[in-house]
């Protein structure tokens, strides 16, 4: 992460930490629950951005880590378990663990058939959710917030949003030195070029394996947090569709930058969120129609914006660095 990035975070962090003294200022605490929203899925997104952008592991069923987070809450809910120092920890192991073992069979394939497979088991995950009658099968199951020995209100919502703002910022500077290491230096060096790594000899399948469970772990934390702020937990939360719009928001921001899908993130969630109001200000019945402007707007920056939202705010950083020499 270069200075240009480290300003870019910063920035992005100090915009999200002012969100609770605004909303109370204007008495708007519709915007709290939005933005801790998409703080949530930035943390998805990023964890995504770990193996996609720098490992070039192109997941397709990234969104069941958060599912297996959020189910892992609500089923502890159910029995009556709502200490916040067993399920978060029990959460982001039991996202590890399936990640271990989904990474260790799909990274034995690459390419399409690693896409492939990654939605395969996403899916199979996905159809097992719905079977689980004893917790609310297709219709979902409610969990009630965790508790943290009084130290944190979950049901605050100011020391809620504070708490997920501490995960991202946490998440942010531990995958930065994570992806500065030895260790993300292989990540990198295998996406690029797998066989010199392999001549030189270094074990690439153990790194991006690592890398995998890593990433899955961190989904997880975003899927515990995201179980709290709806109080409910249901199976679409991990299928495919799910998995698709995280990797979205991770193109949308920037491959590869770290906070660039947490600016994806907010950008996908603000259109999704404004976009159809717009539309219906504009056209009767508009808003049903909101995806048909949504679906040119994402092949505009694919196709237009490379390097994506993130790419556009480093030009300007370069442009004024210029102008000021």
Request: hydrophobic content about 55%; charged content about 10%; some cysteine.
């Amino acid at each position: 992460m270069n200075r240009q990035q480290i300003w870019i975070s910063l920035i992005t962090l100090t915009l999200f930490a002012v969100v609770p003294p605004l909303t109370v200022l204007f008495d708007q605490p519709f915007y709290l629950d939005m933005f801790a929203r998409i703080m949530i899925l930035a943390i998805a997104a990023v964890s995504l951005d770990l193996i996609l952008g720098h490992g070039g592991m192109v997941s397709f069923g990234h969104a069941v880590y958060m599912g297996i987070g959020a189910y892992a809450v609500g089923i502890l809910s159910y029995y009556g378990i709502d200490n916040g120092f067993i399920q978060f920890p029990l959460a982001m192991l039991a996202s590890a663990l399936i990640g271990l073992i989904f990474g260790a069979m799909s990274l034995r394939t690459s390419g399409v058939y690693f896409i492939m497979i990654t939605l395969a088991f996403a899916q199979m995950l996905f159809f097992l959710a719905i079977s689980l009658e004893e917790f609310g099968g297709d219709d979902g199951m409610s969990a009630a917030r965790s508790e943290f020995a009084g130290l944190i209100d979950m049901y605050d919502g100011v020391q809620f949003y504070y708490l997920i703002f501490a995960c991202l910022a946490l998440v942010l500077y531990l995958l930065h030195r994570l992806v500065l290491s030895r260790f993300g230096m292989v990540i990198r060096a295998s996406r690029s070029n797998e066989k010199r790594m392999h001549a030189i000899g270094y074990p690439t399948y153990r790194y991006k394996l690592a890398a995998f469970t890593i990433a899955g772990t961190i989904c997880g934390l975003a899927g515990a947090l995201f179980a709290n702020l709806n109080e409910f937990v249901s199976p679409d939360v991990m299928h495919w569709t799910h998995s698709g719009e995280i990797m979205v928001m991770v193109i949308m921001g920037g491959i590869g930058t770290l906070i660039g899908p947490v600016l994806g993130a907010s950008a996908f969630l603000l259109l999704e969120e404004y976009l159809p109001e717009w539309m219906e200000m504009v056209m009767t019945n508009g808003g049903e129609h909101w995806a048909i402007v949504m679906g040119p707007i994402l092949i505009a920056i694919v196709l237009f914006g490379r390097g994506g939202i993130h790419a556009l705010f480093a030009s300007r950083g370069k442009i004024g660095v210029k102008q000021n020499d």
